[in-house]
């Protein structure tokens, strides 16, 4: 028989492109994943993604298994949120939608604390707010704002996406650069150096290079990491540059292990909003939660 955890870490695998991405998404291990994988490969009789070097690629009919699975997984997954809120009769359970590296840095270290039972998911924020809607997520944190006349949005923080380096990245020439106004030289001169990146998101680095170059980055990133946090770590006492909010480095900037290099000519913002239901029966947990949050990043 078929497990179901197969075609959750089948999804989590399409969805963010790597086995890491996938185990971090379900607190599984790389090789648990891989496991999951080569299982359901193994049944089905095929090959489901194409592995060259840290990307999977899904192959033909994988994508034709995706189409095939994801409306009756996410119907199964809604079923289980259900029934789990229907018999813990005592103790609610909330299901919040961040990115990873907002979690790692802000809820984590509160959610032994919390007197009530916490489902973390992680995803893209249109995903996101697609199922706060439908009710699988009680409350998201996320840059942008639905439309849905059902949710409501409250701003509480905001993020500055800025270029930074390693330690030991020379940014001398640059600054020169900046100081003549001389943008396509600074341009050349960042081209040049070593770029960090990660598989799952470069709207921030395309976002950067729009605003400060009116045009889009025409070059990869030399490293790519499982995630923003990873690329700080990289960073720390070292070489490169990376485009990242400002609050995921903050504490490195400050401690003289990662360098502010540029905020860009217009520092390029993000409003964070909190979203949830304007009708929920968990009002009570949804604000402790938010409080936690301002109390980090208010």
Not at 219 to 248: E, H, Q, W
Not at 280 to 286: C, P, S, W
Request: glycine share 8%; with cysteine.
């Amino acid at each position: 028989m078929v497990n179901l955890e197969w075609y959750r870490t089948f999804k989590a695998i399409y969805k963010t492109g790597t086995l890491t991405g996938a185990a971090e998404v379900l607190f599984i291990s790389q090789p648990g994943a891989s496991l999951h994988l080569t299982s359901l490969e193994s049944y089905v009789g095929y090959k489901l993604f194409e592995r060259t070097g840290r990307k999977m690629i899904p192959t033909e009919k994988g994508k034709v298994f995706y189409n095939a699975v994801i409306d009756p997984l996410t119907k199964l997954e809604e079923v289980e949120k259900t029934f789990q809120k229907s018999t813990e009769k005592h103790t609610p359970t909330i299901s919040v939608g961040m990115c990873f590296e907002t979690f790692q840095l802000t809820l984590e270290q509160y959610v032994h604390t919390l007197p009530f039972n916490v489902i973390i998911r992680f995803g893209e924020y249109r995903e996101m707010l697609n199922n706060l809607e439908k009710g699988i997520l009680d409350l998201i944190i996320t840059p942008q704002r639905g439309t849905s006349t059902n949710i409501v949005h409250e701003a509480f923080s905001s993020e500055t996406i800025v270029l930074v380096g390693g330690n030991d990245t020379d940014t001398k020439a640059f600054k020169a650069l900046l100081n003549k106004g001389d943008l396509d030289a600074a341009e050349q001169w960042l081209k040049a150096e070593k770029w960090y990146g990660t598989t799952g998101d470069m709207e921030h680095l395309f976002r950067f290079w729009q605003l400060n170059f009116n045009k889009n980055p025409d070059f990869r990133p030399n490293y790519i990491v499982p995630n923003l946090n990873s690329i700080v770590r990289c960073l720390t006492g070292g070489k490169g540059l990376a485009i990242v909010p400002d609050f995921l480095c903050r504490k490195e900037v400050e401690a003289g292990q990662v360098k502010l290099v540029w905020e860009g000519h217009t520092p390029l913002q993000n409003v964070l909003y909190f979203g949830n239901r304007k009708k929920t029966v968990y009002v009570d947990e949804i604000n402790l939660i938010k409080d936690l949050f301002r109390k980090m990043m208010g």
